[in-house]
T-cell receptor, first 111, second 117 residues
Framework: DAKTTQPTSMDCAEGRAANLPCNHS???????VYWYRQIHSQGPQYIIH???NNETNEMASLIITEDRKSSTLILPHATLRDTAVYYC????????????FGTGTRLQVFP | GAGVSQSPRYKVAKRGQDVALRCDPI?????LFWYQQALGQGPEFLTY????????KSGLPSDRFFAERPEGSVSTLKIQRTQQEDSAVYLC???????????????FGSGTRLTVV
């Protein structure tokens, strides 16, 4: 079973920030938070990951609470192409560790 | 190649037919994973290879499902005597043993959509 809880769906206006929450209250000390997204008819795409510090890359920012029990993925300026299902996953950072997906958050960006 | 390639992109099979789905991972990637994604659901793990060794097949739903990666690169997922409940998108992903700026995040292919009629 997935170790994370996410809202089923969210809406966001184009150009605004999209903030996608994730709860992972049972996360272990050696587990990272990974975010993937899946655009219709494509495979999941890596977005960002982090352990305990906030992270930022060209796609998004990841804010992890101090107790690491929850996190927020931030898309600073959402576009229509950001409409997708977003998955929050906790896992050991290893090339042998499988990803366990939940049902994710369906983000709809509207004009 | 630059990404993970899967073929065919679409497959329609008659119930009872055998099918073979191919995955070409990123060159040099040690780890290869297969996932099954039913309509409206998140991907579910099927099996994992490290080089040519199949180290985890706990997600394969029945003995009709078989996967191989004989030379540690290309992998094939075979489904024998297909049933309607096998209809899904089958995704392949690969990961490097050395990690990168994306940690040990996978790269997924676009999947094969299997429809059993």
């Amino acid at each position: 079973d997935a170790k994370t809880t996410q809202p089923t769906s969210m809406d966001c206006a184009e150009g605004r920030a999209a903030n996608l929450p994730c709860n992972h209250s049972t996360i272990s000390g050696n587990e990272y938070v990974y975010w993937y997204r899946q655009i219709h008819s494509q495979g999941p795409q890596y977005i960002i990951h982090g352990l305990k510090n906030n992270e930022t890359n060209e796609m998004a920012s990841l804010i992890i609470t101090e107790d690491r029990k929850s996190s927020t993925l931030i898309l600073p300026h959402a576009t229509l192409r950001d409409t997708a299902v977003y998955y929050c996953i906790v896992r050991v950072d290893s090339y042998t560790d499988k990803l366990i997906f939940g049902t994710g958050t369906r983000l709809q960006v509207f004009p | 190649g630059a990404g993970v390639s899967q073929s065919p992109r679409y497959k329609v099979a008659k119930r009872g037919q055998d099918v073979a789905l191919r995955c070409d991972p990123i060159s040099g990637h040690v780890s290869l994973f297969w996932y099954q994604q039913a309509l409206g659901q998140g991907p579910e793990f099927l099996t994992y290879f490290q080089n040519e060794a199949q180290l985890d097949k706990s997600g394969l739903p029945s003995d009709r499902f078989f996967a191989e990666r004989p030379e540690g690169s290309v992998s094939t997922l075979k489904i024998q005597r297909t049933q309607q409940e096998d209809s899904a998108v089958y995704l392949c992903a690969s990961s490097s043993a050395t990690g990168s700026g994306r940690g040990y995040g996978y790269t997924f292919g676009s999947g094969t959509r299997l429809t059993v009629v």
